[in-house]
Nanobody, 124 residues
């Protein structure tokens, strides 16, 4: 079993920055994929970014590429999401998730474990 706990959400003005963190505990593997997703009211959950525990090769959705940076600290079992140049359309609940297996995938239903989410609100 794996537990994920997000932190770092909040309210920020457009153009500002936030840093989200996700602490993982339990049985994780070096081949697992760590992902960030978000869900705005009335919308489906969407992929934001992903990275592997054992390889520093990140993947991003087009909507956040160049503004967000995903990173991981394998020694601390943490994955972070640095969000810069935030826009009102980035407002959502942000979730971290773990996908077992070493194949990247942006579909939420391929991820096995989820955190409880943290709210990010960007005001205009």
């Amino acid at each position: 079993q794996v537990q994920l706990v997000e932190s770092g959400g909040g309210l920020v003005q457009a153009g500002g920055s936030l840093r989200l963190s996700c602490a993982a505990s339990g049985r994780t593997l070096s081949t697992d994929i760590l992902g960030w997703f978000r869900q705005a009211p009335g919308k489906e959950r969407e992929f934001v970014a992903a990275i592997k525990w054992n390889r520093d090769i990140p993947y991003y959705s087009d909507s956040v590429k160049g503004r967000f940076t995903i990173s991981r600290d394998s020694a601390k079992s943490m994955v972070n999401l640095q969000m810069n140049s935030l826009k009102p359309e980035d407002t959502a609940i942000y979730y971290c998730a773990i996908k077992q297996g070493n194949i990247y995938n942006s579909r939420p239903n391929t991820y096995n474990y989820w955190g409880q989410g943290t709210q990010v609100t960007v005001s205009s």
